[in-house]
């Protein structure tokens, strides 16, 4: 039987350069804990645990895919974005920290105690959805996705949360009615098709159609202003996530789409990442 410290050894001493340590040994310590079903404190107490050869064999495979670039959340098939934990899988983008930019950015403009109508175009795992419903009980919020497997993964996330965002498929917000919703919000594909991030270790692992912006990377930005133009009342907001690069091209189609008090908001680490704008009228 291998022992347990003795497996993660071998594969910090093997993995790619250019990763933090302490980052392989946390990736190292989920990956352990998910195949052992063992807490954190377990894995601390008992590791130098022997393992019979099954369970070394499924926990050497999850290291080896690891190590190759798949993202650790499709490993173990969850992960977190505003304190809830998700479901996700290779049919969804893991839900990324910037992103809980966005949030902030939409609570800010949904008074607590109102039902105002919220969409979220692209939903993929439902992240920005259900964390809006979780803080805003009183919202009416709907998910769009055209991937049907993608909006059966933010459907399990609804469930798991008992949240009652409800989550449709469409081609971005052709079925839904025109001057029918408070806010829009979106994290759309913004990454430009010859970008070379695309086939880099993690991302090419995950789906394409939500990482490829097209050319200019502003395909689906476009789709998203014009949708939100259309479906939101008068004095309704629009805000979507974009690259780092892609602040001023974005105010610039929000006003060229008839969209005042337009605005961009910066990341954590001060990069430009999420615009917006209000609907006049």
Same mark, same amino acid.
């Given at each position: 039987?291998?022992?347990?410290?003795?497996?993660?050894?071998?594969?910090?001493?093997?993995?790619?350069?250019?990763?933090?340590?302490?980052?392989?040994?946390?990736?190292?310590?989920? +990956?352990?804990?998910?195949? +052992?079903?063992?807490?954190?404190?377990?894995?601390?107490?008992?590791?130098?645990?022997?393992?019979?050869?099954?369970?070394?064999?499924?926990?050497?495979?999850?290291?080896?895919?690891?190590?190759?670039?798949?993202?650790?959340?499709?490993?173990?098939?969850?992960?977190?974005?505003?304190?809830?934990?998700?479901?996700?899988?290779?049919?969804?983008?893991?839900?990324?920290?910037?992103?809980?930019?966005?949030?902030?950015?939409?609570?800010?403009?949904?008074?607590?105690?109102?039902?105002?109508?919220?969409?979220?175009?692209?939903?993929?795992?439902?992240?920005?959805?259900?964390?809006?419903?979780?803080?805003?009980?009183?919202?009416?919020?709907?998910?769009?996705?055209?991937?049907?497997?993608?909006?059966?993964?933010?459907?399990?996330?609804?469930?798991?949360?008992?949240?009652?965002?409800?989550?449709?498929?469409?081609?971005?917000?052709?079925?839904?009615?025109?001057?029918?919703?408070?806010?829009?919000?979106?994290?759309?594909?913004?990454?430009?098709?010859?970008?070379?991030?695309?086939?880099?270790?993690?991302?090419?692992?995950?789906?394409?159609?939500?990482?490829?912006?097209?050319?200019?990377?502003?395909?689906?930005?476009?789709?998203?202003?014009?949708?939100?133009?259309?479906?939101?009342?008068?004095?309704?907001?629009? +805000?979507?996530?974009?690259?780092?690069?892609?602040?001023?091209?974005?105010?610039?189609?929000?006003?060229?789409?008839?969209?005042?008090?337009?605005?961009?908001?910066?990341?954590?680490?001060?990069?430009?990442?999420?615009?917006?704008?209000?609907?006049?009228?």
């Amino acid at each position: 039987m291998r022992r347990l410290r003795t497996i993660l050894a071998d594969a910090c001493a093997r993995w790619p350069a250019g990763v933090e340590h302490d980052r392989v040994q946390r990736d190292l310590w989920q +990956l352990a804990c998910h195949v +052992l079903k063992w807490p954190l404190e377990r894995l601390f107490a008992e590791g130098d645990a022997p393992l019979d050869g099954d369970t070394a064999v499924r926990l050497e495979a999850l290291i080896g895919r690891r190590m190759a670039g798949e993202p650790l959340a499709y490993l173990t098939g969850e992960t977190e974005f505003w304190s809830l934990p998700l479901w996700v899988s290779p049919a969804v983008l893991v839900p990324r920290p910037e992103t809980e930019i966005l949030v902030e950015r939409a609570l800010a403009h949904i008074p607590a105690e109102n039902a105002v109508r919220i969409l979220d175009l692209g939903t993929g795992s439902g992240a920005i959805a259900l964390a809006l419903q979780h803080e805003r009980p009183k919202a009416r919020i709907i998910g769009v996705d055209r991937s049907e497997a993608a909006l059966a993964v933010a459907r399990r996330n609804g469930e798991r949360h008992q949240l009652p965002a409800a989550f449709i498929q469409g081609q971005w917000a052709t079925a839904l009615s025109a001057c029918s919703m408070d806010l829009v919000v979106s994290n759309p594909p913004y990454i430009e098709s010859a970008d070379p991030a695309l086939a880099d270790r993690g991302l090419r692992c995950e789906p394409r159609a939500a990482l490829d912006g097209g050319p200019d990377g502003l395909r689906d930005l476009r789709a998203v202003i014009s949708a939100a133009a259309r479906v939101l009342r008068g004095g309704g907001r629009v +805000l979507a996530e974009h690259g780092n690069r892609q602040g001023a091209a974005v105010r610039a189609l929000l006003a060229d789409a008839g969209f005042d008090d337009i605005v961009t908001y910066q990341d954590y680490a001060g990069w430009d990442r999420v615009s917006g704008g209000r609907r006049s009228g």
